[in-house]
């Protein structure tokens, strides 16, 4: 089947720029509100769908979405305040209709008792932009769909695998000053493989992300699809461990670095949500590898965030200790403290012990894991495990149903991290980490 057109969008190209016009102007006479922000996002999206290997269809999508907050200045018993409110548009409204939404924002901004701040002040008009991955995007998604597909066998395969290509423009504009646009491109990756036994059928669903192309890691990432969902269909349940060795890798090591440092954010240090402060240690006796964790723009056509906040690395661990805080306009504010902005990409040192001596000992390592909780004050770290396999020293035994838990900060103390990484949405560093005598419950 040939590709089809899907447009959600109304708008036309050529009317885009009317669109934010017709915006900034009624926001600019509206005497309801102090200031505005508008975010317009723009994608277009190439979609290819195969079922049983074979291609199935192929999809074009393109849309566009208008999101403005208003913000009002009041007082009340002497104290100042910043309210807001948003509302969001995707198609072009008349200018009675545009008014009136404007109004209710003005009302709804004016019971919202945020302590007071300022817009971010604007520069020069700029525009940000990632090259494209240098193929057609379905000729592009064909070829990545043929590296999945080579790795698969007669009883082993993708049932279904779904690609996006996507490129999105995200553009800033308030009044303060603020235009800014970035376009940005993504190929994402729903898979569902499959292993069909002697007597039974297994799936399993992974989501895969990529910023650029590089056929050996997607090659790396259908064989461990596929080599997941067969030990997926061998898994059994875990007997007789009390305290081993856990190996978390990709997503999860992401997940707890994520974790870890959310309270470290302006906000989590506004609210009181942490006892820490800049200079303390998180890594204690280290008997491990020292912690160096940084946040930074997802590339570099990823030139602000959503405030209208110009981005640039910032460290926030180093060596394990609490180098900054980060955040948002409005709570570094209230810090007195110069934003950060929101910042979409942890980066993480690499560690100094390959994946294969991390593997040498026995030692549980996830494949699916209901999430990881941390928690700083409990002293806490667990999860609740879909799938692993275990290495009792001389063989690997694919299990299930089963949690682990530890001390985060013993767990931080002897931390393991890996040579090897990986590039994820939103994460760079260590592939895998190890967390050292975990409960298994």
Same mark, same amino acid.
């Given at each position: ?16 720029? !009317? ?15 102090? *200031? ?17 290997? +074979? ?21 009340? +018993? ?19 209709d545009l008014n009136k939404k404007i109004e209710e924002a003005a009302f709804a901004a004016s019971l919202i008792k945020n302590k007071r701040f ?13 090259k494209p991955f240098g193929h057609e995007p379905l000729v592009l998604l064909d070829k990545i769909a043929g590296v999945f597909f080579k790795e698969?066998?007669?009883?082993? &395969?993708?049932? /279904? ?18 235009? @800014?646009?970035?376009?940005?491109? !993504? ?31 997607? &090659?790396?990432?259908?064989? =461990? ?7 997926? @269909? ?7 461990? =009390?305290? #081993?060795?856990?190996?978390? !890798?990709?997503?999860?090591?992401? %997940? ?6 959310? *309270? ?6 506004? &609210? ?9 240690? #998180? ?6 590898? @020292?912690?160096?964790?940084? $946040?930074?723009?997802? /590339? ?5 965030? &959503?405030?209208?906040? $110009?981005? %640039? ?18 709570? =570094? ?8 902005? $929101? ?10 012990? %390959? ?11 996830? #494949? ?9 004050? /409990? ?15 001389k063989k690997y035994h694919p299990v299930s149903g089963f949690s682990f838990s530890g001390n985060i900060e013993k767990c931080l103390s002897a ?27």
């Open positions: 089947m040939g590709p089809r057109q899907r447009r959600r969008s109304i708008f036309e190209s050529e009317g885009k720029d !009317r669109m934010i016009k017709q915006l900034s102007k009624a926001l600019s006479a509206a005497k309801s509100i102090t *200031d505005w922000l508008i975010n317009e996002t723009t994608t277009h999206s190439t979609q290819a769908f195969y079922v049983m290997q +074979k291609l199935e269809t192929t999809r074009l999508a393109d849309t566009r979405e208008y999101s403005v907050i208003v913000y009002k200045e009041f007082s009340d +018993k002497g104290v100042a305040y910043t309210g807001s409110s948003s509302f969001v548009l995707s198609h072009k409204l008349s200018n009675a300022d817009l971010v002040p604007g520069t020069a008009k700029r525009t940000w932009k990632e698969a066998k007669e009883n082993l &395969r993708f049932n /279904s695998l779904e690609l996006f290509h996507t490129t999105s423009t995200i553009r800033v504009v308030s009044s303060k000053g603020v235009d @800014y646009k970035k376009t940005m491109h !993504r190929v994402n990756i729903e898979a569902i493989p499959s292993y069909d036994g002697a007597d039974d059928k297994v799936e399993l669903y992974r989501y895969l992300t990529y910023s650029k192309i590089d056929f050996d890691v997607l &090659r790396a990432d259908a064989k =461990a699809a596929l080599s997941d969902v067969t030990n997926r @269909y061998a898994a059994k349940a875990i007997k007789e461990i =009390a305290k #081993i060795d856990v190996i978390l !890798r990709d997503e999860d090591v992401k %997940s707890l670095f994520e974790s870890l440092i959310e *309270d470290y954010s302006y906000d989590s240090v506004y &609210r009181k949500n942490t006892d820490k402060v800049i200079g303390d240690a #998180i890594q204690k006796d280290v008997t491990g590898e @020292y912690l160096d964790i940084n $946040l930074k723009p997802s /590339s570099k056509a990823d030139g602000f965030d &959503r405030d209208g906040v $110009l981005l %640039s690395p910032t460290n926030i661990i180093e060596k394990g200790v609490i180098t900054n805080y980060y955040g948002s306009n409005q709570y =570094a504010q209230y810090l007195s403290l110069k934003p950060s902005g $929101l910042l979409a990409t942890i980066a993480v040192g690499k560690g100094k012990t %390959s994946y294969e001596r991390m593997k040498k000992k026995p030692h549980l390592e996830i #494949i699916a894991l209901s999430g990881i909780q941390i928690d700083m004050y /409990s002293h806490y770290i667990g999860g609740e495990v879909r799938l692993a396999v275990y290495f009792d020293g931390l393991v991290m890996s040579k090897e990484t990986t590039v994820l949405q939103g994460y760079e560093g260590p592939k895998y980490i190890l967390l050292k005598n975990m409960e298994i419950l």
